[in-house]
């Protein structure tokens, strides 16, 4: 039987209730969800939006993708909750940092891919989570990042200069009416990353809401991170 995927569809993966420690001595909850009977091509590491706003491990992009990308994409999904941050889940220790604290936050995320052998890690941030993928997740283990709505409010100058340096790809995903940055402006200020891509996604807002735009937002990570596996199929 053939079924439209919806945007409250959950296909089949193996999914775990998992823990991460930071090195200053916090607990994060979090999930990871892998495809249900082979192992991950690649591993999306995501980073939420403002928690002091509402974001949460699942905010509705991260959670969907985490719903279907296993089993659509054969990719890997590792969500949690920032410090201080409350989801269904449970509330991971600590008290939001600002984006600053949370370095350790996104360090403790890599390592816990690294060690758990998960390949291939690319950062998917939305909004506040774009600002912790600049300006913490230049690591060695990471093999690029695709912000989301990225704000351009805490991450600066020096930290696009530092990602150029960097020289991992990065896609911005910028929607056409966006509540801080719009295609255009978005363009002029990532101009210093020469190896940006810049999408602008006509009608769509800040939060994305609406099944076509998580269609597009799930595609274009698919389409960088795991090409075999799109576009992506609207039935299963």
């Known amino acids: 039987m053939v079924a439209e995927i919806r945007a409250s569809t959950v296909l089949p993966a193996r999914r775990e209730d998992i823990e991460l420690h ?46 279907r990308l296993p089993a659509l994409a054969d990719l890997a999904v590792l969500r949690f ?9 449970g509330t991971s220790e600590g008290s939001f940092g600002h984006g600053e604290d949370e370095r350790f936050d996104v360090a403790a995320a890599l390592e816990y891919a690294e060690f758990h052998d998960l390949p291939r890690p690319w950062l998917v941030g939305w909004s506040f989570g774009t600002e912790l993928a600049l300006k913490w997740g230049r690591d060695p283990l990471v093999e ?22 960097f020289g991992r790809p990065l896609v911005a995903l910028v929607p056409e009416h966006d509540d801080y940055l719009r295609p255009d402006e978005a363009r002029t200020r990532f101009a210093r990353v020469p190896q940006v891509e810049v999408v602008g996604v006509e009608g769509a807002k ?31």
């Open 206 to 236: 800040h939060l994305w809401v609406g099944e076509p735009y998580v269609r597009i937002v799930l595609d274009e990570i698919v389409k960088r991170v795991n090409p075999a596996a799109g576009p992506l199929p609207t039935e299963v």
């Open 22 to 67: 930071t090195a200053d001595g916090l607990t994060l909850v979090g999930e990871i969800a892998l495809p249900e009977d082979r192992p991950p091509a690649a591993t999306l590491v995501c980073l939420h939006p403002l928690p002091t706003h509402g974001g949460m491990m699942d905010s509705h992009v991260l959670r969907k993708a985490s719903y």
């Open 144 to 165: 690029g990042a695709i912000l989301l709505s990225p704000p351009l409010h805490r991450a600066t100058d020096a930290d696009l200069d530092a990602w150029a340096e």
């Open 81 to 89: 909750n920032t410090r201080g941050t409350t989801s269904d889940r």
